[in-house]
């Protein structure tokens, strides 16, 4: 908790990230990252063998490759997109402090916090409109997009921001929830370049008998496209969830168009 709070003071972030908990659940996130690592580690490898089928899928130039969801960065094999391309550009609301050090061995690796959904400025007003991202899709130089653990997460901390600050209800936050998702599918569609979603598919909960308990929708109702793999992420272990005593074990899908 002590590194927490002091990761907290000293990452650099947008006011708008902080108000709206992305600071705070980056490094919540790159901390339980440290502390899952054996478990979470399947699922990284999973992710940058991914990406790395996705590479190959670049026959002719490998000028740029965006990708959506950095994160911490464990699941992206930096090494391999470094050599392969002129320009490497890790997109994120949150750059924490463990992701700038581990990009300090790369001249063409460049992170940059951006809002992915272009929205979040509106919601931070009231304004429950989800906009058409644009960002990146008149450069003809993009030759890769990778959307990486990220399309199934984009409603939930603005849902639950909105909820707080302006009290919308179960059918406004669904409705949001759905039109964030459909936007960013939309958003990577139109891209003409070959896309890698990476995405959770069903989120299930287990009991410490493995009797599951509960299972959940991440798309939000919304039709995913279809994986060509799909790998399961030991998200919760029994050890992490305290006294609740349970598994989270999500389903992640891999799609290439």
């Given at each position: 908790?002590?590194w927490?709070?002091?990761?907290?003071?000293?990452?650099?972030?947008?006011?708008?990230?902080?108000?709206?908990?992305?600071?705070?659940?980056s490094?919540a996130?790159?901390?339980?990252a440290?502390?899952?690592h054996?478990?979470?580690?399947?699922?990284?490898?999973?992710?940058?063998?991914?990406?790395?089928?996705?590479?190959?899928?670049?026959?002719?130039?490998?000028?740029?490759?965006?990708?959506?969801?950095?994160?911490?960065?464990?699941d992206?094999?930096?090494?391999?997109?470094?050599?392969?391309?002129?320009?490497?550009?890790l997109?994120?609301?949150?750059?924490?402090?463990?992701?700038?050090?581990?990009?300090?061995?790369?001249?063409?690796?460049?992170?940059?916090?951006?809002?992915?959904?272009n929205?979040?400025?509106?919601?931070?007003?009231?304004?429950?409109?989800?906009?058409?991202?644009?960002?990146?899709?008149?450069?003809?130089?993009?030759?890769?997009?990778?959307?990486l653990?990220?399309?199934?997460?984009?409603?939930?901390?603005?849902?639950?921001?909105?909820?707080?600050?302006?009290?919308?209800?179960?059918?406004?936050?669904?409705?949001?929830?759905?039109?964030?998702?459909?936007?960013?599918?939309?958003?990577?569609?139109?891209?003409?370049?070959?896309?890698?979603?990476?995405?959770?598919?069903?989120?299930?909960?287990?009991?410490?008998?493995?009797?599951?308990?509960?299972?959940?929708?991440?798309?939000?109702?919304?039709?995913?496209?279809?994986?060509?793999?799909?790998?399961?992420?030991?998200?919760?272990?029994?050890?992490?969830?305290?006294?609740?005593?349970?598994?989270?074990?999500?389903e992640?899908?891999?799609?290439?168009?």
């Open positions: 908790m002590i927490e709070a002091w990761q907290y003071l000293i990452t650099p972030s947008s006011k708008l990230a902080r108000q709206m908990g992305f600071l705070y659940e490094i996130m790159s901390a339980r440290k502390r899952c054996t478990a979470w580690e399947p699922h990284y490898q999973n992710c940058r063998l991914a990406i790395e089928q996705a590479v190959s899928l670049c026959h002719s130039s490998k000028r740029k490759v965006l990708i959506f969801g950095a994160g911490t960065l464990q992206i094999p930096l090494a391999l997109l470094s050599e392969s391309f002129d320009w490497v550009l997109v994120d609301i949150v750059i924490t402090r463990d992701a700038q050090h581990l990009l300090k061995p790369y001249r063409n690796i460049e992170y940059i916090e951006a809002d992915v959904t929205s979040l400025q509106r919601f931070q007003a009231g304004i429950l409109k989800v906009d058409s991202p644009k960002a990146w899709l008149d450069d003809e130089t993009v030759d890769l997009v990778v959307s653990n990220l399309i199934t997460q984009l409603p939930l901390l603005p849902v639950r921001w909105l909820k707080q600050r302006f009290q919308i209800n179960d059918h406004q936050a669904d409705q949001l929830g759905q039109g964030l998702i459909k936007a960013h599918l939309h958003y990577l569609q139109n891209f003409d370049a070959p896309v890698c979603l990476i995405a959770d598919r069903v989120d299930r909960e287990f009991n410490r008998q493995a009797e599951k308990t509960d299972e959940f929708d991440p798309w939000w109702g919304v039709k995913p496209p279809s994986a060509s793999k799909t790998w399961q992420w030991e998200v919760v272990t029994l050890a992490e969830s305290g006294t609740a005593r349970r598994r989270q074990l999500n992640v899908g891999v799609s290439y168009w």
